[in-house]
């Protein structure tokens, strides 16, 4: 009788590993992958647990630690849901749309979208000293004076950094973040 009951049970707890094999793998293959730009507002979100800004800007920003988008916003939802209930700096973390640099008081990161493109060098021009870190997809934009630039490699989101840009605004990146990067340039103008 005991051999039988243990038989049962070697069987049954095969099959309960079997089915727990199949449904994780099944579940796992159901979820989409994420869109590129569910992938940049990850980014932008843990950009800032590597970026230490100076401490006054720190002591004069409000409650929040805002992440800003300039320009129209790509991201639909996914922002706003990557960023429900978290917080950096024990501050909450809030997502800003804005339509001009000079609404950018209150930004810790400030997402630029390609479309300001031709508003660019202004825009930096108007953000030079401030220590906001500026981020963008738009086409050589840690060239032209940006500080974070999203590139893609290989259908990969990835980022290069423009180190005189940081500085200039008083901002230090972690050597881990430098050392993920897919570059790490200097150029000295702002928007050129």
């Known amino acids: 009788?005991?051999?039988v009951l243990r038989g049962r049970l070697v069987r049954f707890t095969l099959r309960a590993i079997?089915?727990?094999?199949?449904?994780?793998?099944v579940l796992l293959a159901q979820q989409p992958k994420p869109s590129e730009y569910q992938v940049k507002a990850a980014y932008?979100?843990?950009?800032?647990?590597?970026?230490k800004w100076p401490v006054?800007?720190?002591l004069d920003r409000n409650g929040s630690f805002s992440i800003c988008v300039l320009g129209p916003d790509p991201f639909g939802g996914a922002l706003d849901a990557l960023l429900v209930g978290e917080s950096l700096d024990n501050k909450p973390v809030v997502v800003k749309r804005i339509s001009k640099p000079q609404s950018t008081a209150d930004c810790r990161i400030l997402f630029i979208n390609s479309a300001e493109q031709s508003h660019l060098k202004e825009i930096l021009t108007a953000l030079d000293q401030e220590s906001i870190l500026t981020v963008s997809d738009m086409p050589d934009f840690s060239e032209r004076g940006g500080m974070i630039q999203f590139v893609l490699e290989g259908g990969r989101v990835r980022f290069a950094v423009n180190l005189t840009s940081t500085e200039r605004a008083r901002l230090t990146l972690s050597s881990e973040l430098l050392k993920v990067a897919t570059a790490v340039k200097r150029n000295a103008s702002p928007g050129d």
């Open 44 to 51: 932008l979100y843990n950009f800032a647990k590597f970026v």
């Open 18 to 25: 079997a089915c727990a094999f199949f449904c994780s793998t």
């Open 1 to 3: 009788m005991g051999d």
């Open 56 to 58: 006054a800007t720190t």
